[in-house]
């Protein structure tokens, strides 16, 4: 029995210095001024003896870390401020002793510093609510803080009328307004909207969390929820993961509540590399590949948008992830083959009326922009330096949208650069002012019953053989800029820019590189198109026909040394030679630039004759007559379905120059 006892004894001797070696530790953490500091952390940071501090401490028979913190992660305090249960190793158990804990504790509300106390923790428990006491939070707006918290107004200082924070003791935006002003009059934007309100909201960034803390799409619409009845601005502040850093996001942005206008805007204009990735600016990325919107404007009402101009999307990449949920990007040319579309038109109401959309690069979508309202309600918007690239379709119009302005703009890199598809007997028209159409794979610019019109624009193709720089049915009216083909060698039967009607005046082709020739049309059309003023390689075009069908086109070309330069010339001899199209009916202006002689000779097939008008001879030069020249004169007949002529006399050996008009 004796030996029960001691056994027992020893038993219960070896067990109390194991309940001794941790602490269970609790507490309510409230500041000087009583306010609980619900929703901050705390956390225990074991600080060594400064009498020993390079030694190795010891816990439980076992070495102990003298940067041990304890939880690892900060400890949310409840709604009361408190935390309980929580198990720190005593001080009194670890070796050499001398060590105590430093306490941190944060509060919900924007501090610069956290608060923090040294303590000696020991015991079986120990509550800390009277030795962790904080100073008030004091919330300083001298320099204004994006995305400030505060539990209380009176915890903030130094606002001026406009600021705003979140008081997360109410959970609403707080703002400071004018009247009364000093001091500072908080309304809350929930119970009672201030007018002053400035309706500039910041999502992203240190500013997720006051938005809900989702995704940037999610965080986009709880911030459009937000604004007025009226509208406002939403600005994507830098990702802290870097310059040029997309956020990812597979919440759709839905910007579609009725006279609700927004300005959606990167922080800074987007730059994209060669390659097409992201490298600086503004940036989100859409991680769905599905057949979803990545964002979607409808906030037009379907009668109209009553001529307000203005919202739309500004400084921003709009990216497709290469596949459903990646955080690659897509940098394929022709697109990646997602079902996704970027940017979307209208939803249920009339889209977006006179948007406004400036330094927007959206690119690797299936559409990158696609114009879906119901009638082309939202027509009219102006688009300045966009680029709509690596997309399967860079632009859609289903519907036809009037009076649209594209400056600077780039539709690049897609396989597909634009499908504009307008209603029957409704004047659907674009217009691009320079800008580039760029390396498309299958067709630059697609359409029909819609009017495209150019000026200054710049066509390329990058080495694309089959691409075709406009096709459709467009009615299409360019007029200045520059056609490159990148390829070498060879020859082309393709048609370059293909019409319903339309013309094409004073604009330069460059192309025929390693003696590329080109036996398609410069323009085809199925209707009337007038050409003029086109620069190019003679070389590379060596038939005038390749401009255009004849039948159907009114070629006043500039020529000279060929078919594409000053006026055709030609040294007359005493036999008739043939000049010009012999296809149609057509005006002639001719001159003997010898003499200065000149007339106006009208070329009818039909009838198969020639007539001449304002014809006119220098003393001692020719004169023009129809048939057969004598004496110095220069003769013109109809043979052959051609006009002819012939030198006799001192006209023998001069130079004739001429241009031809062909008629419909």
Request: contains cysteine.
């Amino acid at each position: 029995m004796r030996r029960l006892f001691l056994l027992a004894l020893l038993v219960l001797l070896c067990a109390i210095p194991a309940h001794g070696q941790s602490t269970t530790v609790s507490g309510q953490i409230v500041d000087s001024g009583g306010q609980t500091w619900f929703a901050g952390t705390i956390q225990f940071t074991f600080r060594v003896s400064p009498s020993n501090p390079s030694a190795q401490y010891m816990w439980n028979g076992a070495p102990f870390s003298s940067s041990s913190t304890f939880p690892q992660n900060p400890l949310s305090l409840d709604g009361t401020g408190s935390f309980s249960g929580l198990s720190i190793p005593s001080n009194t158990a670890i070796a050499p002793a001398g060590s105590t804990w430093i306490v941190t504790v944060c509060p919900a509300a924007t501090v610069p510093n956290c608060y923090t106390k040294g303590l000696t923790i020991t015991g079986a428990t120990q509550n800390i609510s009277s030795q962790v006491v904080p100073p008030p939070v004091v919330v300083n707006f001298s320099v204004p803080i994006v995305g400030a918290r505060a539990y209380t107004d009176a915890e903030v200082v130094g606002a001026s009328p406009g600021a705003i924070y979140l008081n997360v003791t109410d959970n609403t935006l707080h703002v400071c307004v004018q009247t009364g002003f000093p001091p500072c009059t908080w309304e809350s934007q929930t119970s009672n909207p201030s007018p002053v309100f400035n309706t500039v909201l910041y999502i992203g960034g240190a500013n997720s969390l006051l938005w809900g803390g989702g995704d940037i799409g999610s965080q986009a619409n709880v911030a459009y929820a937000f604004l007025p009845a009226t509208g406002g601005k939403i600005v994507v502040l830098p990702n802290s993961t870097g310059p040029g850093a997309c956020y990812l996001y597979n919440t759709s942005i839905e910007f579609t509540a009725v006279s609700k206008y927004v300005i959606f805007a990167g922080s800074s204009p987007p730059q994209i590399s060669p390659t097409g990735a992201v490298s600086g600016g503004s940036c989100i990325q859409y991680t769905h590949v599905t057949a979803t919107h990545a964002v979607d404007l409808d906030w037009t009402p379907t009668g109209g948008g009553g001529y307000m101009p203005g919202g739309g999307i500004r400084d921003l990449v709009i990216a497709n992830s290469a596949t459903e949920g990646s955080s690659t990007q897509c940098t394929t040319n022709g697109g990646c083959g997602s079902l996704a579309t970027g940017v979307f038109f209208g939803k249920s109401n009339g889209g977006v009326h006179e948007g406004y959309f400036e330094n927007l690069a959206i690119k690797g979508f299936g559409v990158d922009l696609d114009q879906e309202d119901a009638g082309g309600i939202g027509w009219g918007s102006t688009f300045n330096n966009v680029g709509l690239v690596l997309g399967t379709v860079g632009w859609k119009d289903g519907v036809g949208h009037e009076n649209q302005v594209c400056t600077g703009c780039v539709i690049a890199v897609n396989t597909t650069g634009s499908q504009w598809n307008g209603t029957p007997n409704v004047a659907a028209d674009i217009t691009f002012i320079a800008g580039s159409v760029d390396s498309n794979l299958s067709v630059g610019l697609s359409g029909s019953n819609y009017i495209y019109n150019s000026h200054a624009v710049h066509y390329e193709n990058l080495g694309v053989t089959s691409n075709k720089y406009i096709a459709g049915t467009m009615e299409v009216y360019l007029s200045g800029g520059k056609v490159i083909d990148d390829n070498s060698g060879g020859s082309s039967s393709q048609d370059w820019f293909e019409m319903s009607q339309g013309s094409m005046n004073g604009f330069s082709w460059f192309g025929g590189n390693g003696g590329r020739t080109y036996t398609g049309l410069l323009a085809f059309s199925t209707g009337h198109i007038y050409v003029q003023g086109v620069n190019s390689n003679i070389t590379a075009f060596p038939d005038l026909n390749n401009i255009c069908l004849p039948t159907l086109c009114t070629a006043n070309i500039t020529a000279g040394t060929g078919p594409f330069a000053s006026v055709w010339s030609l040294v007359l001899t005493g036999s008739f030679v043939s000049i010009g199209q012999a296809t149609n009916s057509s005006i002639f202006y001719v001159r003997d630039d010898s003499v200065g002689g000149t007339a106006i000779a009208t070329v009818d097939n039909a009838a198969t004759n020639v007539a001449l008008s304002g014809a006119a001879g220098a003393s001692a030069g020719a004169t023009f007559v129809v048939g057969s020249p004598s004496g110095n004169q220069i003769g013109l007949q109809y043979s052959g379905g051609s006009l002819q002529v012939a030198g006799a006399g001192a006209a023998i050996g001069q130079t004739l120059r001429y241009t031809q008009t062909l008629l419909r």
